[in-house]
């Protein structure tokens, strides 16, 4: 059994859409996608720094544009299952049918630009702990004031809040975390930080028709297999302020028997979490269009 997944915020880099551009029609569905939302994907894709990138009204629909891009090159393929971290359960949303490619691009261009107004009100990040007991991390970023917003499994939590409280983080760290890595993130995202950003995404919703999803899709709210449209669009809404359960989604899949782990461009994260958390799956990173033959052999064994 195979599993879909795209990755969240921070995934990005400078010019990771570059090959996937030369593959056939890309350009032209990048360039459709670009004209719907009012933003130039395949300048940020290619041409953009790091600092432009990085800004969440670019990065999530970019972040999406390309999963949707790298899925879209493995051809007619039906998984067992998808799943999406954070801004990635709107590409694992397309992949289900759920919502058309169109209207995930719509949805996660206004969900990018809610969040970054929400973000400007206070200065905050984000910083991933890596190694340490989860409850005794839990505890701990509970004493600062912060949230640990991303319980992703295998040894890894993300906290998030103010720039000072995370600067108290890195001067007190958790018993037994060995490290504690800011990221490439411009708010707190799955915060109170972001309840501005919910009620203008509930808005935004009300203008969707979603439909049910014609594969298992796996909600990051609390890795339960959703089963109607309209309970993934109120999910989507809920989870900028809630925190991502990865650690549950990957549970998840291991009831449901998942053999094969496949995550879309840029692609990497969460096949790392998943080699230390799903022993015995195989995993594969859609990184760049020269993996996707090894991919397509994936999908001829699992799905």
């Known amino acids: ?54 800004d969440t009204a670019v990065a999530q629909p970019l972040l999406v544009a390309a999963g949707l891009l790298s899925a879209a090159a493995l051809g007619d393929i039906v998984p067992g299952a998808v799943a999406g971290h954070s801004v990635g359960e709107i590409t694992a949303a397309a992949y289900a049918g759920v919502l058309d490619d169109t209207a995930a691009l719509t949805l996660v261009r206004k969900r ?30 509970e004493k600062l004031g912060l949230t640990p917003a991303n319980m992703n499994g295998a040894g890894q939590i993300v906290a998030a809040g103010t720039m000072e409280q995370l600067a108290a983080l890195n001067e007190d ?34 203008e969707l028709v979603p439909a049910d999803p014609t594969v298992a899709y796996v909600s990051n709210k609390d890795g339960r297999t959703v089963t109607t449209g309209t309970e993934v669009l109120e999910r989507l809404v809920g989870q900028v302020a809630n925190p991502v359960r990865w650690d549950l989604c990957m549970e998840t899949f291991k009831e449901l028997g998942v053999t094969a782990l496949i995550e879309a461009c840029p692609g990497g994260t969460l096949t790392g979490l998943a080699k230390r958390a799903l022993p015995g799956v195989k995993t594969l990173a859609l990184k760049t269009p020269d993996d996707l033959d090894a991919a397509r052999e994936l999908v001829a064994e699992h799905a």
């Open 1 to 54: 059994m195979l599993v879909l997944v795209a990755p969240g915020q921070g995934a990005q880099t400078p010019g990771f859409l570059t090959p996937w551009l030369e593959l056939p029609g890309a350009a032209d569905r990048l360039g459709a996608w670009s004209d719907a939302i009012g933003l130039d994907l395949a300048h940020y894709g290619t041409q953009a720094d790091a600092d432009a990138i990085r």
């Open 173 to 206: 760290k958790p018993e037994g975390v060995r490290k504690v890595v800011p990221l490439k993130v411009a708010g707190a995202f799955h915060t109170h930080h972001m309840g501005p950003a919910v009620e203008k995404l509930a808005e935004a919703a009300k």
């Open 112 to 141: 990018g630009l809610a969040m970054a107004e929400a973000a400007a009100i206070t200065e905050t990040g984000m910083s991933a702990l890596l190694g340490g007991d989860p409850d005794v991390s839990v505890a701990h970023l």
